[in-house]
């Protein structure tokens, strides 16, 4: 709070002249007869060079600070600053770092593409394990593997290490979109640095995995605060159960609710 003095022939000019300098929220802290009239010290809460606290629930939730003052106005006015969209339809490759969750979401994509009535195309470019789990999985939906990845609708990959070229080679050749999938259980400053990277390799949309296990959701604003569009969200371990949207109110529902004592004390 920054003091100024005001003065004027009585006290309602010092208070007017302290208003108009400092709009309508000035508050009068003190007043003293002047020769000539009064003055008055006045300040407003918050002065335009002090930044804004950060909501005591975004910093539990792990909000990086730049990101959680940017946020501190509402939480519902989230799509001014991050990004939100469906998955394209196809062809999609499922990227990210070994055990994200990527063959569980290709197998979800596919499940949520035949509910709308479509077929789709998977395969698994994951050449050290042959794709022995997608395999499995895609029988249980009655469907094949398909043979390449380039003509593919959906595309598992293996796990990579963005940051090494040796790794990146691994990733197939393809025209489909990039997305992103990553563990919601990363500390936000890794998710931010892991989300630039994969940017910079062409990913467009992000896929959070394990957002049951990880009640803050720093990691995830973190992340897609590097650029990425945000698209769906795996609530559960099970096979068959569907991810979730993730949209402004899905994220202002949960950054309401502050993390449970059970993930705080372990």
Known sequence: MKLRLFTGKDTAAAIAAARAALGPEALVLEQRRVKGGVEIAAAVERAEEEAPPVPDLLARHGVAEPLARALAASPLALPARLRFGAVPEGPVMLVGPPGAGKTLAAIRLATAALLAGRSPRVTSADARRAGGELLSLLAVLGLAPHAEAASADIVDTAGIDVFDAASRAELPKTDGARVL??????????????????????????VATRLDLSPRLGSLLAAADAGLVLALASLSPATGAAMVPLTPAFLARRLASAPTRRHLDA
């Open 181 to 206: 999938v990553l563990p919601a259980d990363l500390d936000a400053a890794s998710a931010a640095e892991t989300a630039r990277a994969w940017r910079g390799w062409g990913c467009t949309h992000l």
